[in-house]
């Protein structure tokens, strides 16, 4: 097992106790299936179809979600307009972005776990998980991407993917900020054990295996 420093356990804490919380769309019972099926589908990403076991979620999550979720945690790069089109038709803008953001967030924490040789403890919800609050921002607008997001946005549109649903966005980079950049994104010169090059250039080659558009 690799040694993780402080500030990626700290993420990781911070990104379950968040998980653990009823989002925007889904309360916590609900965002507890999403995060369980995103982790088995990530975890057995090599495993024959024939051959997984998967939590039983249709009940809970229904077949379209099961759909998003599947796609996200396996096969992003092959995630196009008709595609999405077609789930968001079926479960709703703000719906389709919170489940996409609670995917790519397992995902993560699984990959960052094989990497470390540890594993993904499964999310409990909160003593108190509140209720999904089902509010969307004000300033939503189309610019040309599958979903509406906040327009104008004062960072990059990476970082605006997930911002109709700010709490999903909080939770994305929660954790995923931590894991690119420890050092400070803002910093152009980084004194950590990779440069910041070195660090751009994994991330360009990690981007292009993973067909990621951006």
Not at 88 to 97: K, N, Q, R, S, T
């Amino acid at each position: 097992m690799i040694s993780v420093g402080s500030d990626y356990a700290v993420a990781i804490e911070e990104t379950r106790a968040r998980l653990g919380r009823s989002g925007t769309w889904f309360d916590a019972a609900v965002i507890g299936s999403i995060v369980a099926r995103a982790d088995a589908r990530s975890r057995q990403r090599h495993v024959a179809p024939w051959n997984h076991d998967l939590p039983v979620a249709n009940n809970t999550l229904g077949r379209s979600a099961c759909a998003v979720i599947d796609r996200i945690a396996c096969e992003p790069g092959s995630v196009d307009a008709a595609w999405a089109a077609e789930r968001i038709a079926e479960l709703g803008e703000g719906p389709y972005v919170e489940l996409v953001g609670t995917t790519a967030v397992a995902v993560a924490l699984r990959l960052f776990a094989d990497a470390v040789g540890t594993e993904v403890e499964p999310i409990s919800p909160a003593t108190t998980p509140g209720e999904a609050s089902r509010l969307t921002p004000d300033g939503l607008g189309d610019i040309g991407a599958h979903v509406k997001m906040l327009e104008p946005f004062p960072f990059a549109n990476v970082a605006r993917a997930l911002s109709q649903v700010p709490s999903a966005n909080t939770t994305f980079y929660t954790l995923v900020r931590p894991m690119y950049s420890a050092a400070g994104f803002d910093e152009l010169v980084w004194t950590t054990p990779l440069s910041r090059p070195q660090v751009e250039l994994v991330a360009a080659r990690v981007a292009a295996m993973n067909e990621c558009f951006y």
